[in-house]
């Protein structure tokens, strides 16, 4: 099963488990109270996104794709940017990702992990309706509505509260298991408080239209959606796209939102290239089966037919993407070409343009070019991690293992929690031989995804490693023995829980 059983049943239960808050408590809206905020700490929240967002990175629907990552953060970031106070008294690190579903779907799980079916980013037909979503869900996280929910339980509760989530996850490749854990005790209580109360998404409209009309979007954007959505109604067996089921769209909610917005000035906002082009990217993703990418391919030919610029360059480019799928990279560098030459008019740069233009040359077995290419797109984006992480393959593919284990080591001090620097470290450890190094590297990878015992083992191997000096022996010693504490205190917690 898609992960629409998992997400659209389980995580989407997950924000709003909780009673509705009182009415006192829905009139004081940034102010929490002692005893909730005693309750539920910002700490515990955070470990209880984590615990979950780890299980999630695990399973084949998530789109772990670099280029839609990177556009999802970059744009969700500033949303949050245009109203700082949105990360609330937690001060959360907001983290934006998608998966693959064909519901119209949303969600913000605790400690601000905000995720995004692949079917709603496709419906979207400009940004400042993605937007309207995305702020939606942020004001959601700043409200901490799942704090006040379940403010009143004891903390204990919360990490059988997750287990149970996480049961349903697992349990989607047997949707009889999935139906009798729903059938269940805690199960049904998830599904009683499958929505939120009329206060809570009240709030997260009141916050999410502030952050749209400070990050310059079109507030309107957050009424069109909607009604396209209900509109969309008649589509689903199931009576309702799966967002107005969990985020349900009364008249009086509508009739508030409207009110809102003619207290605003009209923005006109004018969407990104790379809106388009992560739009088409998802396209593709959403369904890397042959017969997925043939009817991506149809959908592109529809999309040429509009004859926008945008709609073309994102059309040509999604058509290139299709043909490196295909194993057919020539065809792609000369779609891509064409896309390249739609943007003459304006020379829009993308780095998701020149992000595709490194991957076919390594797909085509030119590391030389794709390096030269990809030295070309840091100077044009600095600060994008995908081009920095298609660099480091590039030095690679190009044999130039030196300069590669420089560059990531480097990465690896700046970006501490990313397990793909270690990956592409011990990827160059392995190409020079060294076999210690190659083991510790994918030791911290495997910690940074949550995966403890892995990670010591990977430690034992590297120990092992003919070519280990003292130094490394002394390195894997002392990582030895903080990942052996850290699964200890994971195992003790695990315990005390059931």
């Given at each position: 099963m898609r992960l629409k059983s998992a997400i659209g049943i389980a995580i989407l239960s997950l924000l709003p488990i909780m009673a509705a808050p009182s009415m006192a408590t829905a009139q004081s809206l940034p102010s929490l109270g002692d005893t909730e905020r005693g309750e539920l700490s910002p700490l515990m929240e955070r470990k209880l996104g984590e615990q979950i967002m780890r299980d999630i990175r695990r399973d084949r629907d998530y789109l772990d794709d670099a280029p839609v990552l990177e556009y999802l953060n970059n744009f969700g970031s500033s949303l949050v940017a245009a109203r700082p106070e949105a990360r609330g008294e937690a001060g959360y690190d907001f983290f934006f990702f998608a998966v693959r579903d064909p519901m119209l779907n949303a969600f913000a799980l605790p400690g601000g992990f905000i995720g995004v079916h692949s079917a709603l980013i496709l419906a979207a037909q400009n940004e400042s309706e993605l937007a309207s979503v995305m702020a939606h869900e942020i004001g959601h996280v700043a409200q901490r509505h799942i704090a006040r929910m379940l403010g009143k339980q004891k903390q204990d509760s919360?990490?059988?509260?997750?287990?149970?989530?996480?049961?349903?996850?697992?349990?989607?490749?047997?949707?009889?298991?999935?139906?009798?854990?729903?059938?269940?005790?805690?199960?049904?209580?998830?599904?009683?408080?499958?929505?939120?109360?009329?206060?809570?998404?009240?709030?997260?409209?009141?916050?999410?239209?502030?952050?749209?009309?400070?990050?310059?979007?079109?507030?309107?954007?957050?009424?069109?959606?909607?009604?396209?959505?209900?509109?969309?109604?008649?589509?689903?067996?199931?009576?309702?796209?799966?967002?107005?089921?969990?985020?349900?769209?009364?008249?009086?909610?509508?009739?508030?939102?409207?009110?809102?917005?003619?207290?605003?000035?009209?923005?006109?906002?004018?969407?990104?290239?790379?809106?388009?082009?992560?739009?088409?990217?998802?396209?593709?993703?959403?369904?890397?089966?042959?017969?997925?990418?043939?009817?991506?391919?149809?959908?592109?030919?529809?999309?040429?037919?509009?004859?926008?610029?945008?709609?073309?360059?994102?059309?040509?480019?999604?058509?290139?993407?299709?043909?490196?799928?295909?194993?057919?990279?020539?065809?792609?560098?000369?779609?891509?070409?064409?896309?390249?030459?739609?943007?003459?008019?304006?020379?829009?740069?993308?780095?998701?343009?020149?992000?595709?233009?490194?991957?076919?040359?390594?797909?085509?077995?030119?590391?030389?070019?794709?390096?030269?290419?990809?030295?070309?797109?840091?100077?044009?984006?600095?600060?994008?991690?995908?081009?920095?992480?298609?660099?480091?393959?590039?030095?690679?593919?190009?044999?130039?293992?030196?300069?590669?284990?420089?560059?990531?080591?480097?990465?690896?001090?700046?970006?501490?929690?990313?397990?793909?620097?270690?990956?592409?470290?011990?990827?160059?450890?392995?190409?020079?031989?060294?076999?210690?190094?190659?083991h510790l590297a994918l030791a911290e990878s495997y910690a940074l995804s949550g995966s403890m015992p892995a990670a010591i083992d990977q430690l034992g191997i590297a120990r092992r490693s003919p070519d280990a000096s003292f130094y490394d022996q002394a390195v894997i010693d002392a990582r030895e023995r903080e990942f052996k504490a850290r699964w200890m205190e994971e195992m003790k917690e695990a315990k005390q829980d059931r």
């Amino acid at each position: 099963m898609r992960l629409k059983s998992a997400i659209g049943i389980a995580i989407l239960s997950l924000l709003p488990i909780m009673a509705a808050p009182s009415m006192a408590t829905a009139q004081s809206l940034p102010s929490l109270g002692d005893t909730e905020r005693g309750e539920l700490s910002p700490l515990m929240e955070r470990k209880l996104g984590e615990q979950i967002m780890r299980d999630i990175r695990r399973d084949r629907d998530y789109l772990d794709d670099a280029p839609v990552l990177e556009y999802l953060n970059n744009f969700g970031s500033s949303l949050v940017a245009a109203r700082p106070e949105a990360r609330g008294e937690a001060g959360y690190d907001f983290f934006f990702f998608a998966v693959r579903d064909p519901m119209l779907n949303a969600f913000a799980l605790p400690g601000g992990f905000i995720g995004v079916h692949s079917a709603l980013i496709l419906a979207a037909q400009n940004e400042s309706e993605l937007a309207s979503v995305m702020a939606h869900e942020i004001g959601h996280v700043a409200q901490r509505h799942i704090a006040r929910m379940l403010g009143k339980q004891k903390q204990d509760s919360l990490i059988p509260l997750a287990s149970a989530v996480l049961a349903v996850l697992a349990a989607r490749s047997n949707p009889d298991a999935s139906a009798a854990l729903l059938m269940g005790g805690q199960g049904m209580a998830l599904q009683r408080q499958l929505n939120f109360s009329r206060d809570a998404e009240r709030e997260a409209d009141r916050i999410g239209l502030q952050i749209l009309r400070d990050a310059h979007f079109d507030t309107s954007g957050m009424i069109a959606f909607f009604a396209r959505m209900q509109n969309a109604t008649r589509s689903y067996t199931d009576a309702a796209p799966a967002y107005l089921r969990s985020h349900p769209l009364t008249t009086e909610r509508i009739a508030d939102i409207q009110a809102r917005i003619r207290e605003q000035p009209y923005r006109q906002h004018a969407d990104s290239l790379d809106f388009y082009l992560v739009r088409s990217r998802i396209r593709v993703l959403q369904d890397p089966s042959p017969q997925g990418l043939l009817d991506a391919e149809v959908a592109f030919e529809t999309q040429l037919q509009q004859k926008a610029r945008m709609q073309v360059i994102a059309a040509k480019y999604g058509q290139a993407l299709v043909a490196l799928r295909q194993g057919a990279p020539d065809k792609a560098q000369d779609l891509l070409k064409q896309a390249y030459a739609a943007t003459a008019p304006s020379g829009t740069q993308s780095a998701i343009l020149s992000g595709l233009g490194i991957e076919i040359k390594l797909a085509a077995n030119k590391p030389e070019e794709a390096l030269k290419q990809a030295e070309a797109a840091r100077a044009k984006f600095p600060l994008s991690r995908v081009i920095a992480q298609q660099y480091a393959d590039a030095l690679i593919a190009a044999g130039h293992l030196d300069d590669a284990v420089t560059f990531l080591r480097d990465q690896a001090q700046l970006y501490r929690q990313e397990p793909k620097v270690q990956d592409q470290l011990a990827r160059a450890y392995a190409a020079q031989g060294k076999q210690a190094l190659q083991h510790l590297a994918l030791a911290e990878s495997y910690a940074l995804s949550g995966s403890m015992p892995a990670a010591i083992d990977q430690l034992g191997i590297a120990r092992r490693s003919p070519d280990a000096s003292f130094y490394d022996q002394a390195v894997i010693d002392a990582r030895e023995r903080e990942f052996k504490a850290r699964w200890m205190e994971e195992m003790k917690e695990a315990k005390q829980d059931r």
